[in-house]
């Protein structure tokens, strides 16, 4: 064989091995590197440490590495585990493999409900904070439907949770002004006349009775009549107070007044009635209807 002939089987040879070794380098990395990752992504599981281990991306960790201190742990490899039975851990929260959030359903106001609970109730941390940020500003959930007309409560979600909602009555025996000027169409000026007619009244005995207050119109009553409840008065103790503070209560005024007077100072207890006012001409026809229907103490 010629020196061209072996040199050219020498470099035959040395090509054969270089891609020999090279094979054996790639399968040896492709081993390792599966070995690696099945290390990472395995979910360890033993007799002596029960915790079932979840393997989570680093950004998603870190996201929560915050709010779950006690559950995080850093493996070897410097990724973040959360472990089965942590307070916090995804099977606790009930995170699914589908990524579909949780969420609860309880009774709560919406003019008061934390930030936190409405997280809990199914909101984002960003529609949480729309809610409250409206609340921040004055704005006011009067009734359900105002929750439902919220941009951030689609109308599914506001299907499961109106059940859930509740929003206290205002009670107009116990409101003060600013109370009153929150409801609709009411305003300072008449915020301020249904306070001083509850007092002329020793309280209000139904919720009508703002209708006596001047302007105070059945249009303006009924934008708030599902908003309001009426707690029980101290009862109105028109059989023994004094003729002035009878002439006081706008259903009697001063001729009434002492008319009530000359009545009870002549009639026995079981006469003391406000039809017996009536049939006697003391009372008109419509304060005696009225004053029917308020709290009144019986004849001591």
Known sequence: MDKKNKDASKNYASFLTGAIALAFLAIGYQTALFVHRSAILKITANKDSPDTVFIIERSQAERLA???PEAMETTSSGNYSIRKNAPHSPEAMKVRSSGKRQYESFRFNPNTISIEDLQRLGFSEKQALSIDNYRKKGGKFRRKSDFAKSFVVADSVFQRLEPYIEIPLLDINKADSAAFDALPGIGGYFASKMVEYRQKLGGYSYAEQLMDIKNFDREKFDKLKDLITVSKPQPFRIWSISEDSLAMHPYIGKYSSHG?????????????????????????????????RCVIAPPS
Do not use: C, H, Q, W
Request: aromatic share 6%; charged share 35%; hydrophobic share 35%.
């Open 66 to 68: 915050n709010r779950l």
């Open 260 to 292: 009530i007077v000359l009545f009870r100072e002549n009639n026995p207890p079981e006469n003391l009635t406000v039809e017996g006012l009536k049939k006697a001409g003391i009372l008109k026809d419509e304060y005696a209807d009225k004053l029917s």
